[in-house]
């Protein structure tokens, strides 16, 4: 199989490219996370997903990548993105949010491929829902610190997990990578992998 370059640094990601056996490579790309904040959240994620490919191909055009990979999840409550907090506080206004209500998760995976020369993406709407949460519970899980460097301040696949009631759609792409749609565009683009 032809290598691929996952263009993230994210432990998550690089997990399930090991789980699917896939060879590849991490070249997490430089790309900032500044989006309009007025822009709908499907449109944001698609956007940074495809910005993360192209600045890692630009970098690399000389090498000529045949697979770049990339994605970006993030957390939309009433219409308002959510993304990383900047500090505790920050954090715990997020899962106060959260506390009691349902709020969506949206992954987009994009996939350059070298001989077509094209970027081809895949957005997934997710529905999480809370359980009501005390305030010493929320305080007890801003002391673990596993809300840092996580959209929305927790992480699904962690002790967060004890707080959500239910979830709707696809939780690898909560975690952070649809691994059904991840597995469809590598074929719809003609990677060998799978069942022809």
Not at 96 to 118: D, I, M, N
Request: aromatic share 10%; proline share 7%; charged share 25%.
């Amino acid at each position: 199989m032809e290598p691929i370059i996952l263009a993230s640094a994210s432990p998550r990601r690089r997990e399930y490219l090991e789980l699917l056996g896939l060879p590849f490579t991490c070249v997490p790309s430089p790309e900032d996370e500044n989006y309009d904040p007025g822009s709908e959240p499907e449109t944001v994620a698609k956007e940074l997903a495809i910005r993360k490919v192209t600045k890692v191909v630009e970098m690399l055009k000389d090498d000529s990548p045949p697979w770049v990979c990339g994605a970006d999840t993030l957390i939309s409550l009433d219409g308002k993105i959510l993304g990383k907090p900047t500090d505790r506080r920050d954090a715990g206004q997020m899962l106060r949010s959260f506390a009691g209500r349902s709020h969506e998760v949206l992954s987009a995976v994009a996939l350059y491929s070298g001989r077509s020369g094209k970027t081809d993406y895949r957005v997934v709407t997710s529905t999480v829902s809370f359980a009501p949460m005390k305030a010493s519970e929320i305080e007890w899980y801003l002391d673990t610190g596993e809300w840092r460097d996580a959209a929305g301040a927790y992480k699904i696949q962690g002790l967060a997990s004890c707080f959500i009631s239910s979830i709707q759609g696809s939780y690898s792409s909560i975690v952070g990578l649809p691994l059904r749609e991840f597995y469809a565009i590598l074929k719809d683009n003609g990677y060998p992998y799978g069942g022809r």
